[in-house]
């Protein structure tokens, strides 16, 4: 499946650097059109900083492209325009990152009138290169608008179209992270010193050997500690309190990708890091004087990125896959959003006399069809409508029929039996060197899953489940066992079997 989304710019961004000023106008899509005029008032090498950021995360990748056959892949970035601030949200390519940008009001001497909402924005490789250009020295005047600018620039053009393909996993992952993020989990403010110290101990040793997670190890009445693998390198975390009673590891991934928030750190008063938990994103928001940098990194390891569906045996997406609501009752909460441009789920059910439970499911139903969007600083919802026109969620986001059938197993008395849930430990020997001293280390890397056993509608079912909620192995006498083994991902009876199994296995 593939979704098309047509872009028409009217004239390309441009950025012109003269004496003792500069303009930097970003090309806004015709058909939705904004207008945000201003000069920019404070803070303008942060700003100047954070657009690099945002840039060489959507232009830097393993491999390099023409520009025409990017556009051809990646839909350029998103702006949304709100009384109280501005929103810039970007994917990279291999989906592995989300990024976003929040910049305050207050950093803007604004001029005219502010045309309110959310568009694309032409971002190309020029306009990366050329905001190395930017300078405190230089006022800088900063527009967004779909009219064009009369600026002069090499390479410049007229007005141009592109009508861009949208694999639907990339679609289904930009989504994704904004359900993802409004999923509970734990919170820490870090130092940015002690998180750049891990950024710079990552960047001068390369790990030959697996594991390669960063694990938050929360211990009771202590502050967290960050652990390297797989030399178990200590970055203590000062002042990041948890409140946990019982010692707790929290394994993530992506790490390598935290390079692109390290020219922000220098810059930063804290870093807020949001835990989802095992197998699930993290999000690390960088706090910078009157904005703010979130780089959200997918659950998974092995090079998946957000998006991914059953057949990648990961937790995110049955987590999301039970949210549903009436049509009716999405539009009347939606409504009520685009009047306040933001809300929380209580002042909109109130607003909308709709019980607290069925806005918050129309809620999150709007967020993964991309009509609304979770800010996790204020913990509430803003409008922001992704695409033009809106996709269809239901056919991006059909029921899963394996997981309809699990949950209606589950539901019948008896047909479910779990006969045993055991934990095991793989023990592998690992050899490498001490990136300090040089010498030679062995360590053995114990590796903790679940075995479980047992009978799911008359068919012997067994699996094994790792500790990030990956199914690692799985054997049933089913049909789709026997056709299609774990190519297409669990069967119904694997999965009624692992949600049998979650009390005895996150009790342990």
């Known amino acids: 499946m593939s979704f098309f989304q047509s872009i028409a710019y ?58 025409d056959e990017f556009a051809q892949r990646v839909l350029d970035p998103v ?29 803007f001497e604004t001029e005219g009138a502010v045309q309110y909402g959310t568009t694309n924005i032409d971002f190309s490789a020029w306009l990366w290169g ?40 990339w679609v289904r992952g930009f989504l994704q992270v904004q359900a993802a993020m409004a999923l509970p989990g734990t919170r820490l403010q ?25 694990r938050y190890e929360l211990q009771p009445g202590q502050d967290a500690a960050l652990l390297i693998e797989p030399w178990d390198q200590r970055v203590p975390l000062v002042g990041a309190s948890h ?63 957000f998006g991914g569906g059953m057949s990648g045996g990961g937790a995110l997406h049955l987590l999301l896959d039970s949210q549903r609501s009436d049509a009716a009752t999405q539009q009347q909460v939606l409504a009520a959003l685009a009047a306040r441009f933001h809300a929380s789920t209580e002042a909109l059910a109130t607003a909308c006399g709709l ?67 055991e934990p095991e430990v793989q023990v592998q020997t690992r050899r490498f060197r001490d990136p300090r001293t040089g010498a030679p280390i062995e360590r053995k890397t114990e590796y903790r899953q679940w075995r479980l056993l047992g009978r799911c509608a008359e068919h012997e079912t067994e699996l094994v489940v790792s500790a990030e909620e990956r199914i690692v192995f799985g054997r049933c006498g089913c049909a789709h066992f026997a056709e299609h083994l774990l190519n297409q991902g669990p069967c119904a009876h694997m999965l009624a079997l692992l949600r049998a199994s979650e009390a005895q296995r996150q009790g342990a």
């Not at 620039?153 to 393909?165: L, P």
């Open 10 to 67: 009217a004239a390309p961004s441009a950025f012109v650097a003269r004496p003792g000023q500069a303009e930097l106008g970003l090309a806004a899509d015709q058909q939705r059109p904004v207008r945000f005029q201003a000069w920019v008032a404070q803070h303008g090498f942060v700003l100047r900083t954070a657009l690099r950021a945002l840039g060489q995360a959507i232009w830097s990748a393993d491999h390099w492209d023409a520009q």
């Open 243 to 305: 409140g946990y009673t019982e010692p707790r590891s929290i394994r993530t991934w992506g790490r390598r990708k935290l390079a692109l928030i390290e020219p922000l750190l220098p810059f930063a008063e804290r870093v807020d890091v949001y835990l989802k938990g095992r197998a699930l994103p993290s999000f690390y928001a960088v706090q910078l004087p009157g904005m703010c940098f979130v780089l959200g990194l997918s659950g998974t390891g092995a090079g998946s990125g």
């Open 190 to 214: 870090l130092r940015p010193v002690d998180l750049l110290a891990a950024i710079r101990f990552l960047q001068q040793n390369k790990a030959k050997v697996s594991p390669r997670g960063l």
């Open 79 to 107: 702006i949304t325009v709100h009384p109280d601030r501005l929103w810039f949200e970007a994917f990279t390519q291999d989906l592995g990152a989300y990024l976003s940008l929040r910049v305050d009001p207050e950093v």
């Open 130 to 169: 050329a905001l190395g250009e930017m300078r405190s020295s230089r006022r800088t005047r900063f527009r967004v608008g779909a009219e064009g600018f009369e600026l002069h620039t090499e390479g410049g053009g007229g007005r141009f179209e592109a009508k861009v393909e949208l694999p639907d996993n």
């Open 355 to 421: 019980p607290l439970a069925a806005c918050s499911q129309a809620l999150a139903a709007l967020n993964r069809a991309g009509r609304v969007m979770w800010d996790v600083e204020t913990r509430e919802w803003r409008h922001r409508e992704l695409f033009h026109p809106p996709v269809d969620a239901e056919a991006l986001f059909p029921p899963e029929p394996r997981v309809e059938a699990a949950a209606a197993l589950l539901a019948q008395p008896g047909a479910v039996q779990l006969h045993s849930a």
